[in-house]
């Protein structure tokens, strides 16, 4: 079993849709969690850290289930421009690792 | 965000060369950095985590010999690809710990695309 496991996807939605996506992750021992962004042939880049209390930024909501180890992150209202994958990191410190799993692919369609 | 910058963005070498990327955090000191392969349509793969003033350490199956890390000082660390094969074509991203915010947050580069001819 992956350490940090992704729907692949592709999520395909129209503008204005809602989607979510969770990831799974089996190390308990875990502490950080994040969601980055990942366009096509570029870096990942952090959108946003998930808190125990759940968090949101604008029109995305991370939130972290510690009982059944998951993360995960709410899209409201899609635009063209969140079309990218999505990335679901977990750091256990104690390791000094961040473990990424696989991506999620959205594409939101007009 | 911290900035994290690596050069080169692109690199075209030939089988045999050897290849050194350069990953610079630019307004923090990172004791830390980390350095991945990327193949299309596939997960970031983390080759070893790069540490200032000591030995990296490398992940299962990454050939320690082959990809040449140094971290000689708290803004730089160096992955250098030695005898370059076409397998070795990827991309490469490294990424780097900012101690000073809550949660351990790490930053990535913008990457660099090796192809080897």
């Known amino acids: 079993r992956k350490e940090v496991e992704q729907d692949p996807g592709p999520f395909n939605v129209p503008e204005g849709a809602t989607v979510a996506f969770n990831c799974t992750y089996s190390n308990s021992a875990s502490q950080s969690f994040f969601w980055y962004r990942q366009d096509c042939r570029k870096e990942p880049k952090l959108l946003m850290s998930v808190y125990s209390s759940g968090n949101e930024d604008g029109r995305f909501t991370a939130q972290l289930n510690r009982a059944s180890q998951y993360i995960s992150l709410l899209i409201r209202d899609s635009k063209l421009s969140d079309s990218a994958t999505y990335l679901c990191?977990?750091?256990?410190?104690?390791?000094?690792?961040?473990?990424f799993g696989t991506g999620t692919r959205l594409k939101v369609l007009a | 965000g911290a900035v994290v910058s690596q050069h080169p963005s692109r690199v075209i070498c030939k089988s045999g060369t050897s290849v050194k990327i350069e990953c610079r955090s630019l307004?923090?000191?990172?004791?830390?950095m980390f350095w991945y392969r990327q193949f299309p349509k596939q997960s970031l793969m983390l080759m070893a985590t790069?540490?200032?003033?000591?030995?990296?350490?490398?992940e299962q199956g990454v050939e320690k010999d082959k990809f040449l890390i140094n971290h000689a000082s708290l803004t730089l660390s160096t992955l250098t690809v030695t005898s370059a094969h076409p397998e070795d074509s990827s991309f490469y991203i490294c990424?780097?710990?900012?101690?000073?915010?809550?949660?351990?947050?790490?930053?990535f580069g913008e990457g660099s695309w090796l192809t080897v001819v």
């Open positions: 790069s540490n200032e003033g000591s030995k990296a350490t490398y």
């Open positions: 990424s780097a710990r900012d101690i000073r915010s809550s949660g351990n947050t790490i930053y």
């Open positions: 307004d923090f000191q990172a004791t830390t």
């Open positions: 990191v977990v750091n256990n410190r104690a390791a000094y690792k961040y473990i």
